[in-house]
């Protein structure tokens, strides 16, 4: 059974870039979640995804944005990076969409912005 | 709203037990989960609690009341291995498998 693989581990970009970042979820899950973490602090939701459609939305800006594709991998993409938006980047696959069915994370992306 | 409310870090000594609470408001209930976080590793899931009592598994149980908004993860026999953070969550209702997690509980535990 292979395990949630995100790329790349680590990432540093200039404010005002655009950065994606890759998940491939774990066999047999075709849910996707993606959440930031900022140090210290728990996870914050940005979006979910099933079956390649947009499941559920956190309070996050437009220019977060996602793809799901039909092998149930996806993309996260930042647009005009601020510097707020340096973070751990999770992303997480789960058996079912919604939130009651348990996560299994990558090891995540650092994200630094300068 | 919606909130969560767990301490920010608790102190342990190996061989002992230790409690991490965790507190919750929620617009609906729809169950609590419990990660445990190793420093620079990704989130593990450790408990999912929908009804109230206590889930026993191995050294670890979570216990849940949902009359009182309140769950506590209970560690036994602690190991050096135990440090991390623990992240109580909940899913919200109706919200698109949106999860909000607590800030965490560093737990250290020394010799």
């Known amino acids: 059974e292979t395990g949630v693989t995100q790329s790349p581990t680590h990432l540093i970009k200039t404010r005002g870039q655009q950065v994606t970042l890759r998940c491939s979820s774990q066999s047999g899950h075709n849910t996707v979640s993606w959440y930031q973490q900022a140090l210290g602090q728990g996870p914050q939701f940005i979006f979910q995804?099933?079956?390649?459609?947009?499941?559920g939305r956190g309070n996050f800006p437009p220019r977060f944005s996602g793809l799901q594709f039909p092998n149930y991998s996806s993309e996260l993409n930042v647009n005009a990076l601020e510097l707020d938006d340096s973070a751990l980047y999770l992303c997480?696959?789960?058996?079912?969409?919604?939130?009651?069915?348990?996560?299994?994370f990558g090891n995540g992306t650092r994200l630094t912005v300068t | 709203g919606q909130n969560i409310d767990q301490p920010t870090e608790m102190t342990a000594t190996e061989g002992a037990i230790v409690q991490i609470n965790c507190t919750y408001q929620t617009s609906g209930f729809n169950g609590l989960f419990w990660y445990q976080q190793h420093a620079g590793e990704a989130p593990t899931f450790l408990s999912y609690?929908?009804?109230?009592g206590l889930e026993e598994k191995g050294r670890f149980s979570s216990f849940l009341s949902r009359s009182k908004g309140y769950s506590y993860l209970l560690l036994k026999e602690l190991q050096m291995k135990d440090s991390a953070s623990y992240l109580c969550a909940v899913p919200t209702y109706n919200q698109g498998g949106k999860l909000i997690f607590g800030q965490g509980t560093e737990l250290s535990v020394k010799p």
């Open positions: 609690n929908v009804l109230d």
């Open positions: 997480a696959s789960s058996l079912r969409r919604g939130g009651n069915s348990p996560l299994h």
């Open positions: 995804y099933y079956r390649e459609e947009e499941n």
